[in-house]
């Protein structure tokens, strides 16, 4: 979790907030009791009188999780496509946004954690990274279809600034950064069918 680098108030104006977030995606939105109200994009201001509130176009439906969630509580509060969640205390203020790419830290940290705690059990198990190529037999496929080891643990595909959890929904597209837990040997099949280049 890290400080957001903006909050934006519902009274602020459209003209005002389009500034704000000139190099942002985006950004939470709090009332006057600064309480989360929802997020707002730039996008979603385009086209708005420049003197109109924000509040108007505030994603009430945004993500959030509680500052009490855990790691997979951010998972699963984070849709796919979307960069971040917001964290909330009861009061719903907020306290930090958990990104994307901190997920994927946060599970390599773990999964590393438990790769050492493998090792006395299996002196094979490993984590590795592998790029998706776009002539991997994988790309398209949902990973519940795809003939991986069950030795093999998917535990995240990063997508651009999107992160995914290993689930058996999740579908592979080529340039994805998929990480990997498992044995020396499986690895290596998976990983070379995921990085399948030009033939």
């Known amino acids: 979790m890290s400080p957001p680098k903006l909050v934006l108030t519902s009274s602020m104006l459209v003209v005002d907030a389009i500034e704000a977030m000139a190099d942002l995606p985006g950004a939470p939105v709090v009332d006057a009791n600064e309480r ?15 003197d109109e509130p924000i509040g108007r176009s505030v994603d009430v439906s945004a993500p959030t999780v509680s500052v009490e969630g855990n ?7 984070l849709p796919q496509g979307h960069r971040w969640v917001t964290v909330l205390d009861d009061d719903r203020k907020i306290r930090g946004i958990v990104g994307a790419r ?14 050492h705690r493998f090792a006395s059990l299996s002196p094979h198990a490993d984590l590795l990274d ?5 002539n991997s037999p994988f790309v398209g496929k949902a990973l519940g279809e795809c003939e991986i ?7 995240t595909v990063l997508r651009g600034d999107a992160a995914l959890p290993g689930t058996a929904t999740s579908v592979f ?9 498992g044995p020396h040997d499986a690895l290596g099949q998976v990983s070379a069918q995921l990085a399948a280049q030009d033939r």
């Open 102 to 115: 901190e997920i994927v830290h946060g599970y390599r940290t773990a999964a590393a954690a438990d790769v």
């Open 71 to 77: 790691l997979a509580d951010a998972v699963d509060a």
């Open 149 to 155: 080891p069950e030795s093999v643990i998917v535990l």
């Open 36 to 50: 989360f109200v929802g997020t707002v994009a730039p996008g979603e201001l385009y086209g708005r009188a420049p």
């Open 130 to 134: 592998v790029r998706v190529g776009k």
């Open 173 to 181: 597209q080529a340039d994805d950064l998929v990480t990997l837990v």
